[in-house]
């Protein structure tokens, strides 16, 4: 089945620094990927859709200059949250859809801890 | 714009037995897809069945079956002989038919506990 990483699984940083996650579809090409902001016991929250070639799209509320999307080939995306803060803690999902396929596949989220 | 609700925050079923998660969903299109996630402790998400609006059949997948009634925009899932392992938290989700590169609509979710 379709395959989707993200790197790294955990990450801790101090406040003021910027942490960069990346999403890989393994076996498949993605011109297309989703990045998910998740509370706990909450639902997925969309961010932002990733553009291979393009500027991403962000949703209404969501700083495009906080969170940086960078679709840098058909594999691979990167979220980057720039000065990073105590509030931007949160576990960060990312998702592709495989063309020919109706099903998303989900990256196994990443949990940044902002001290 | 399409929205999904999930009205039962917390369910609880004996292990073996059956229950029955809701999903109502809004929209004004005639063809889409319906889902139902799920995402263990974990938290990495699975799916678990899929449905597409102009099929009729309620889609099945072993002991996870839904009950999809287009007209009532109703989307519920069954899960029988529940298992330890089905305790996760349920997300059921919407996606516009047109291209697969359209996002998912999410509900707030279902956290199911199994009772041994």
């Known amino acids: 089945g379709a395959v989707v990483s993200q790197h790294p699984s955990w990450v801790i940083c101090k406040s003021g620094t910027s942490v960069k996650i990346e999403c890989r579809s393994l076996d498949f090409q993605a011109t297309t990927m989703f990045w998910y902001r998740q509370f706990p016991k909450q639902s997925l929250m969309l961010m932002a859709t990733?553009?291979?070639?393009?500027?991403?799209?962000?949703e209404q509320g969501v700083e495009k200059d906080k969170f940086l999307i960078n679709h840098a080939s058909l594999t691979l995306s990167t979220l980057t949250v720039t000065s990073a803060h105590p509030e931007d803690s949160s576990f960060y999902i990312c998702s592709a859809p495989r063309a020919g396929r109706e099903t998303q596949y989900f990256g196994p989220g990443t949990r940044l801890l902002v001290l | 714009a399409q929205t999904v609700t999930q009205s039962q925050p917390e369910m609880s079923v004996q292990e073996a037995e059956t229950v029955t998660l809701s999903c109502t969903y809004d929209?004004?299109?005639?063809?889409?897809?319906l889902f139902w996630y799920k995402q263990p402790p974990s938290r990495q998400m699975i799916l678990v069945i899929r449905?597409?609006?102009?099929?009729?059949q309620n889609a099945t997948e072993n002991r996870f079956s839904v009950n999809f009634q287009k007209a009532a925009k109703s989307f519920s899932l069954k899960i029988s002989d529940s298992q330890l392992g089905d305790a996760a938290m349920y997300f059921c989700a919407y996606r516009s038919f047109m291209e697969y590169g359209n996002k998912l609509v999410f509900g707030a979710g279902t956290i199911l506990r199994v009772k041994s």
């Open positions: 449905q597409e609006a102009y099929k009729q």
């Open positions: 929209t004004s299109e005639s063809d889409y897809y």
């Open positions: 990733s553009n291979e070639g393009s500027k991403a799209t962000y």
